[in-house]
């Protein structure tokens, strides 16, 4: 990407901007625990969870920075957070 | 024609014909005069321009930095503590490429408190990708705003630039300034074009945020964009001597340097009491001249190298201090001239508006041929 003078740009750029590489621990989604809630989607500050065409959710690791939120406030345990190696 | 006025005056006329869109200022001594000018011309439709009044200046140069991203030539003022509250958004201006003009009626930093003038305001925005111009006189301070508005809006540079003049010094002291007429100030800088600019019909952010991988690249972006305004100022400087008898094409401009032994090298007003004890001195036959630095940023080091190669001994005047490292402008100059064999030495003298007087240049030319230097000048032991 050729830098724009200014550091100016469209409307959808953030999109570029994958915060999924400041990660720590990542979650893991056990759909088969999920009771299709919807906790996880609604508390995450990246609003990067997302339902699947079943009803469950499922992370978007291309953002999620690992603040472990969704794995806090679910109720079924579905979600952990692992450490995730590079 | 030559006129007696006030140059605080000078400069609110001179902005006025260089037709800023937008103004927004918020009063501080010793800038009051002509952010108060502006806006009776404003207010008596004079001249036709958005007059923002705000509650403090964060919002005077934010309301400018928005204005400016929207398209409009924009014009503000301010000095010392406004300055500083300043600080954040003029990072920002820089760093989003505005053009905008600003004055700054140079003064002191608290604590303690003072109103009397140094340079200490401007230099400590050093870092902050605006361009800064010293004025000598009044007239020269009315004259850089027009080159300033050339330079900055110049799409090869697209960076906001201080004016800086002394406060009370020159702000409040009557000269005789020749003022150009609209229809020449017209012919010499035509009307702002933007790059590029907010339109609801083409969204854009700017400053938008950079990650690690690209951050130092936008920050050599705007490096480069102050070197290359160094020429972007000579032509501009070239053209205004063109039309207007003054030539500005100098970054430093040399006073009786050509045989001399020991330089002086000042900014600002300082240069006109320097100019007379540098005559003094060569009438009691010392080989002594003065460099007048009138572009701090980008720093002229090559040109100050050059002008000053066959001086032996140098001494820096600095209306400011680094605290706990000297002067700003001896710093940049003995680096300018490291690996050369010349004694360079700073002195910090005229803070928070101690007077200057031609015994005191001599002085300190005293002082750096005994080479004794990198110093506050007359400093009052019996106080301390």
């Known amino acids: ?16 901007n994958k915060t999924g590489a400041w990660r720590v621990f990542k979650p893991v989604f056990e759909p088969e625990k999920c009771s299709k809630c919807g906790m996880c989607a609604m508390v995450c500050p990246e609003g990067c969870v997302r339902e699947t065409e079943e009803g469950t959710f499922e992370p978007d690791l291309d953002y999620c920075k690992g603040c472990g939120i969704c794995e806090e406030v679910c109720p079924k345990k579905s979600i952990r957070m692992e450490k995730e190696e590079k | 024609m030559l006129e007696f006025m006030e140059g605080s005056h000078a400069v609110a006329e001179i902005v006025k014909r260089c037709r800023p869109q937008v103004i927004a200022a918020y009063p501080i001594t010793p800038q009051t005069h002509i952010v108060e000018d502006l806006a009776q011309m404003v207010a008596n439709c004079e001249l036709d321009a958005e007059y923002i009044t705000v509650e403090s200046e964060f919002s005077a140069l934010s309301a400018c930095l928005g204005a400016s991203a929207a398209g409009s030539r ?11 509250l300043m600080f ?34 401007s230099i400590s925005l050093r870092d902050s990708g605006w361009l800064q111009f010293y004025a000598e006189d009044n007239q020269e301070a009315a004259d850089l705003h027009m080159i300033a508005y050339k330079v900055c ?68 972006e705007i490096d ?24 500005y094409s100098a970054l430093v401009e040399g006073y009786r340097l050509d045989d001399a032994d020991t330089a002086l ?48 001994t140098v001494a820096v005047l600095d209306k400011n201090i680094s605290l706990g490292s000297g002067g700003a402008v001896g710093t940049e100059v003995k680096a300018a001239l490291s690996g050369s064999n010349q004694a360079v ?11 200057v007087r031609k015994r005191d240049i001599a002085a300190v030319v005293d002082l750096a041929e005994k080479g004794k230097g990198d110093m506050f000048y007359g400093l009052r032991t019996e106080v301390l």
């Not at chain 2, 820089?94 to 305001?121: C, E, F, H, K, Y």
């Not at chain 2, 000579?234 to 008898?245: I, L, M, N, P, T």
């Not at chain 2, 010392?286 to 090559?302: S, T």
């Open chain 2, 74 to 84: 924009v014009y503000s003022a301010t000095t010392s503590q406004g300055l500083a």
């Open chain 2, 88 to 121: 954040e958004v003029c990072f920002n201006a820089a760093g989003m490429r505005q053009p905008i003009v600003m004055t700054i009626a140079n003064r002191s930093l608290g604590a303690p408190l003072s109103i009397w003038n140094d340079q200490q305001d």
């Open chain 2, 265 to 312: 090298v000042a900014m600002g007003s300082i240069c006109g009491t320097a100019k007379d004890a540098v005559d003094e001195m060569r009438d009691a036959g010392k080989k002594v001249g003065l460099l007048n630095i009138r572009m701090f940023r980008p720093f002229p080091a090559p040109e100050i190298a050059d002008a000053l190669k066959g001086v032996s």
């Open chain 2, 153 to 220: 809006e110049d799409h090869d540079i697209l960076l906001p630039a201080f004016v800086c003049f002394d406060g009370f010094i020159l702000s409040h002291t009557y000269e005789p300034v020749a003022l150009p007429t609209q229809e020449e100030v017209d012919a010499y800088l035509p009307a702002f074009n933007p790059y590029q600019r907010l339109d609801a019909e083409a969204p854009l952010s700017f400053g938008m945020y950079a990650t690690p991988e690209y951050y130092t690249e936008f920050r050599y």
């Open chain 1, 1 to 16: 990407m050729a830098l724009r003078v200014g550091c100016a740009s469209p409307p959808g750029r953030a999109l570029e």
């Open chain 2, 345 to 355: 030495y700073d002195y910090i003298i005229a803070l928070g508006g101690r007077d």
């Open chain 2, 224 to 247: 480069q964009a102050q070197y290359r305004a160094k020429e972007a100022f000579v032509k501009a400087g070239r053209e205004f001597g063109e039309q207007f008898g003054r030539d």
